[in-house]
């Protein structure tokens, strides 16, 4: 059996690497191309691949939108230098079947591919600990409604001084509810903060 592959990745040149890697194995045939997620779209409807190989972060239609369309119809292996919580939980959210790196061996990219069109699971190990590190990470209660306020105050832009004036509290409670905000969601900072709130849906 041949495993049909469409690489999806705004640089060309990395596209004819990709190419190049599947020319030399036996067993796998790239069926086409696509530089977004919408073209990537498209074009698994026309061809019918096996497994997409997705880049995420692409000028217009990203990785994770085409996912969400894509899967699980299709089996989505993600292919890119990111690593990020912020990168990693909504790809995987989304329905991709894996998460690969790109500085992972040929050898490696081709049986994750052959996995993936099994419908396997494959994570990179650094995918893989963010992961364990996530579903880990202790759940430490619901956020009270001050605190979403502040959350919400931060992911606007607003400094302690001027969530503390807005909300007519002082600096020193808004350093209190902070602290909080920051153990409930299991971050260690105030723009990790806002990433996870944005997404888990506490702001928008």
Do not use: C, W
């Not at 699980?72 to 230098?81: I, Q, S, Y």
């Not at 690969?100 to 990219?109: G, R």
């Not at 699971?121 to 979403?148: D, F, N, W």
């Not at 909300?167 to 909080?180: D, N, P, Q, Y």
Request: charged share 25%.
């Amino acid at each position: 059996m041949v495993i049909r592959v469409l690489v999806v990745d705004d640089h060309p040149i990395v596209r004819h690497g990709l190419r190049g890697a599947f020319a030399g194995a036996d067993g796998f045939e790239v069926v086409g191309e696509a530089a977004d997620g919408a073209e990537a779209v498209r074009r698994a409807a026309a061809l019918r691949p096996d497994v997409v190989l997705m880049d995420l972060r692409m000028p217009g239609t990203g990785g994770v939108a085409a996912i969400r369309q894509l899967a699980p119809r299709v089996k989505v292996l993600v292919l890119t230098t990111f690593d990020t919580d912020a990168d990693v939980l909504p790809a995987i959210a989304a329905g991709a079947t894996g998460y690969l790196l790109k500085d992972a061996p040929v050898e490696e990219l081709l049986r994750a591919v052959g996995a993936a069109a099994r419908g396997e699971a494959v994570l990179a190990p650094a995918v893989a600990g963010r992961l364990m590190g996530h579903v880990r990470r202790p759940a430490h209660g619901a956020l009270t409604e001050r605190e979403l306020q502040v959350l919400r105050l931060l992911a606007d832009g607003a400094g302690n001084r001027e969530a503390a004036a807005r909300l007519l509290i002082s600096e020193a409670s808004v350093k209190t509810h902070l602290l909080h905000i920051y153990d409930k969601l299991g971050v260690r900072d105030r723009a990790a903060a806002v990433a996870e709130a944005f997404r888990r849906g506490l702001v928008s």
